[in-house]
């Protein structure tokens, strides 16, 4: 039984890794359209090549659009950080008032379809003269971005001890000093990689800053969706092969990560 089992998810993950078996070596084409090519299946060595990886590091629009993903990606994980952090501390208190009221209200930007949650935004800073502006698109994705750091942090600390905090407080810490010799160091490695799937929540979001922002803001999404209108370049999926690389050193990030904090977890109890 469970030689079917082990045989079934190996079909599954082969099912879910075909498309990325046909999108990176036909974003190594040097043809100027995104279909394998005779010289391609025949692996003949002329017919591949990084042209697309140089003209998408080369090109005005593409870097703009990284630059607007980096920016907006980032302050976006560092703000989800700080407040999922906070949050996550709070609901995981258990004489928290109305924790599970407050947990559902959290996790609203995930749970209302998308589109939604685009409309009420818009017209929520069209009243504070937030559209076109880096600032209320920032604001917007860490709305979509805090949730996913609050169930990292948060599962985190299910496992937490909180007698540590009383032995702290007994010994003449106060709440800073034993948040930050304390808390800190045992879910740090949750932090990191609330902050990494933040950031990752930011980088794919497309719908969101399509109502809220401008050309001056549009993000790697926002020009792979131009460059599919426009005119269909392998120079997308080369961007596309970027992406997936940047998804799967987040997949390895996030698991060590994991495992450093369980082996933290294992020696601060022995300790």
Known sequence: MNQFVKLWVIVGLAF??????????????????????PEMLALEPDAYSARWYSEVLHDRDWMLAL??????????????????????????????PGRNVWTALILLPQIVPIVVTAGGIYSAFSD??????????????????????????RASLE??????LAASS????????????????????????GAIFAFATSLDEVVVIQFIGSYDQKTVPIQMLI??????????????SMLVCFALSILVLSEL??????????KTTKT
Not at 75 to 87: D, E
Not at 135 to 151: C, D, K, M, S
Not at 159 to 164: A, E, G, I, P, S
């Open 16 to 37: 879910l890794a075909l498309p990325l078996l046909v999108i990176v070596p036909l974003s190594f084409t040097s043809g100027h359209y995104m279909v394998y090519t």
């Open 128 to 153: 504070l003269n937030l559209i076109g502006t880096y600032a209320g698109v920032i604001i917007a994705h860490t709305v979509l971005a805090a949730p996913v750091a609050v169930i990292t942090i």
């Open 170 to 193: 007994t010994l003449g810490a106060g709440p800073l000093l034993t948040f930050w010799k304390v808390t800190l160091p045992l879910i740090r490695p949750a932090i990191v990689a």
């Open 67 to 96: 630059r607007n993903s980096l920016i907006i990606g980032l302050s976006a994980a560092a703000l989800s950080t700080v407040l999922g952090t906070l949050a996550a501390l709070g609901l995981s208190r258990s004489g928290t």
């Open 257 to 266: 990560m994991r495992r450093r904090s369980e082996i933290y977890a294992r």
């Open 227 to 240: 460059g599919l209108r426009e005119h269909l370049s392998p120079a997308i999926l080369a961007v596309a």
């Open 159 to 164: 496992r937490f001890d909180w007698n540590l």
